[in-house]
């Protein structure tokens, strides 16, 4: 068994290739919930979302949300109507988020849905947010000279991150307990990816929960890094990072994991800094464009950790 902690883009491109290099069924995936929000009456579970699209070959590659020719038409006739979701939910997005929203109304853990939501699209990977209680990220930003506390897609969405950041919250994560499935995926694996998320809102929520950092200290856990260079390969990670007091590079996201990292991935563009990171380095090309490239990360992994 392989656990992997993924967000809602960069680990879903490396999950494109690891879902070609080993069996499927050996495969768990913990998945962030923390920009999880309802829109209206609808409740959206981006990153979780995501990486189901992902694994069922139906995921929008382009915005890394969404499925794939999706067609608009309810979320225009809404704008119309005044009822603007700012998020783009496509049609047939929209049944995916409908069928979280009948079942949560009904009682159901979110993790209960999600499971007959990964049987309905026929993926073997088990998919298990990674909590079902509330935990929602939120970004503290100075805007027009006072401090505000934005919900994530506020944040990102709406002011395209083009706010200035104070500080990054895990509302609620001290009390929030995680899925005993993730728990106990990570106690069954023989190692631990954490894929090239955003280390800040979309692996940090998920170690922020009671006891999963106390398992991963127990396991051969590698991490890809989502920086290369002095930069993160899209999105506000890096921002953020430094917010957080971390060097945005390889040596800073060494630094973020130090309590449970085992091997860094990084980037042959980093290999000269290899020798400052105080850990097992795999140098490789981690740039995913391509399938091919996404395999080949995949297979690098797979056959370093064969060989820890
Ligand atoms: C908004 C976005 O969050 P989310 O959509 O949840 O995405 P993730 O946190 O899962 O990933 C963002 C993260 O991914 C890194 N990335 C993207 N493509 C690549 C790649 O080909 N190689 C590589 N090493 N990292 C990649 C990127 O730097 C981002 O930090 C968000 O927070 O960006
Ligand atoms: O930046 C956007 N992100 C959109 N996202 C992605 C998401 O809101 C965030 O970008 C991720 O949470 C980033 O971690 C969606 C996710 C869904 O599941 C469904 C619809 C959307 C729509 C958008 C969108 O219009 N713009
Ligand atoms: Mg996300």
Request: hydrophobic share 40%; charged share 30%; proline share 3%.
């Amino acid at each position: 068994m392989i656990t992997v902690l993924s967000g809602g883009t960069g680990t879903p491109k490396l999950l494109q290739g690891l879902k070609r290099v080993v069996d499927s069924k050996n495969l768990s995936i913990i998945v962030n919930t923390g920009e999880d929000t309802w829109i209206g009456d609808l409740y959206l579970s981006p990153d979780v979302d995501t990486v189901l699209y992902t694994l069922s070959d139906l995921i929008n590659e382009e915005t890394w949300y969404g499925v794939k020719e999706d067609t608009f038409y309810t979320y225009n006739q809404l704008k119309m109507l005044g009822f603007d979701e700012i998020l783009k939910i496509g049609d047939k997005d929209r049944a995916l988020k409908m069928h979280k929203t009948y079942y949560l109304r009904r009682g159901y853990k979110l993790s209960e849905v999600v499971e007959m939501e990964r049987k309905a699209l026929n993926i073997d990977a088990k998919v298990i947010p990674m909590t079902d209680d509330k935990v929602e990220t939120k970004i503290l930003s100075k805007i027009e000279g006072k401090a505000d506390l934005l919900k994530f897609h506020d944040f990102w969405v709406k002011r395209k991150g083009e706010v200035e950041v104070l500080d990054v919250i895990y509302e609620n994560s001290i009390y929030a307990k995680p899925c005993s499935e993730a728990i106990n995926a990570i106690k069954n694996s023989e190692f631990v990816i954490i894929g090239p998320s955003n280390p800040i809102t979309s692996i940090g929520p998920i170690l922020s929960l009671d006891g999963i950092k106390e398992e991963l200290k127990h396991k051969k856990v590698i991490v890809v890094s989502p920086i290369v260079g002095n930069s993160a390969v899209s999105g506000p990670a890096g921002k953020l990072m430094k917010v957080k007091g971390y060097d945005v590079s390889v040596k800073g996201v060494y630094e973020y994991y130090k309590d449970i990292i085992d091997v860094l991935v990084i980037d042959s563009k980093d290999k000269d800094i290899s020798g400052e990171i105080p850990c097992e380095v795999l140098i490789t090309n981690t740039i995913m464009k391509t399938i091919d490239d996404k395999i080949r990360l995949a297979k690098n992994i797979i056959e370093f950790c064969g060989s820890l």
